[in-house]
């Protein structure tokens, strides 16, 4: 009687780790939505995320034009920079576009867009962007067909995919974390001894030491 009232116990919490998990990866996974921008006639439109260091990124953008015609469609420029400033990718004269590449540096990368050129109507331009970063940018169909797995294997692959990129994330956090400790300590050792030199010059002064 003990030995199935634990069974179920373990039972059930096998059950509620496998629905966290199942929730985790579907919010890592859900990191492929689509971002409507407008980016305005004269001006820049620019995104960014912050990535830390070895992430592949796949994106897709695209120009959407209220008209049927082709040769109406309003061109814009893409350029894609990392966190030091180097160039990632930059296209002109274009209505869409597609850019991979995998991260070399930890920080904030950025892709902007403007209206170059051809633009018709004169007015903002609205642009849709594919942004996908991480295990929601791996080609799961192609993992699927090379290895011959399906349906919960595969479910369960995303799952462990998922928990690998979440593991990364807490470490790049306690790493920024240790950091920012350090510094703080640093700025408090440096206040405290501003404050013992003035205090100590203040009683100079005064002639009390």
Same mark, same amino acid.
């Given at each position: 009687?003990? +030995?199935?009232?634990? +069974? ?10 496998? *629905? ?16 409507? +921008?407008?980016?305005?006639? $004269? ?14 990124? &796949? ?13 109406? #469609?309003? $061109? *814009?420029?893409?350029?894609? #920079?990392?966190?030091?400033?180097? @160039?990632?990718?930059?296209? %002109? @004269?274009? #209505? ?11 920080? @904030? ?19 849709? &962007?594919?942004?996908? #970063? ?6 799961? %169909? ?6 011959? *797995? %399906?349906?919960? %294997? ?11 990129? *979440? ?25 405290? $001894? ?16």
């Amino acid at each position: 009687m003990m +030995m199935m009232m634990m +069974m179920k116990k373990m039972g059930r919490k096998v059950f509620s780790l496998l *629905i966290v998990l199942f929730l985790v990866s579907h919010v890592v996974l859900k990191k492929c939505d689509a971002i409507w +921008m407008t980016v305005p006639a $004269t001006g820049t439109k620019c995104v960014s995320e912050e990535l830390q260091n070895n992430v592949v990124v &796949l994106a897709d953008y695209v120009v959407v034009s209220e008209n049927d015609h082709s040769h109406l #469609t309003p $061109t *814009i420029a893409a350029k894609v #920079t990392s966190p030091y400033g180097n @160039n990632l990718y930059n296209k %002109e @004269n274009t #209505t869409n576009g597609q850019f991979a590449f995998t991260t070399k540096e930890a920080g @904030n990368y950025l892709a902007c867009f403007w209206v170059d050129g051809h633009n018709p109507g004169g007015g903002d331009v609205s642009v849709n &962007l594919d942004w996908r #970063t991480g295990i929601a940018a791996k080609d799961w %169909e192609s993992v699927a067909r090379k290895e011959k *797995i %399906e349906g919960v %294997e595969l479910e369960l692959r995303k799952l462990e995919g998922a928990v690998e990129a *979440i593991h990364e994330n807490l470490l790049y956090l306690k790493g920024r974390v240790a950091w920012l400790s350090i510094m703080s300590l640093g700025v408090c050792i440096a206040v405290s $001894t501003l404050q013992i030199w003035h205090l100590k010059r203040f009683f100079q002064k005064k002639k009390l030491i």
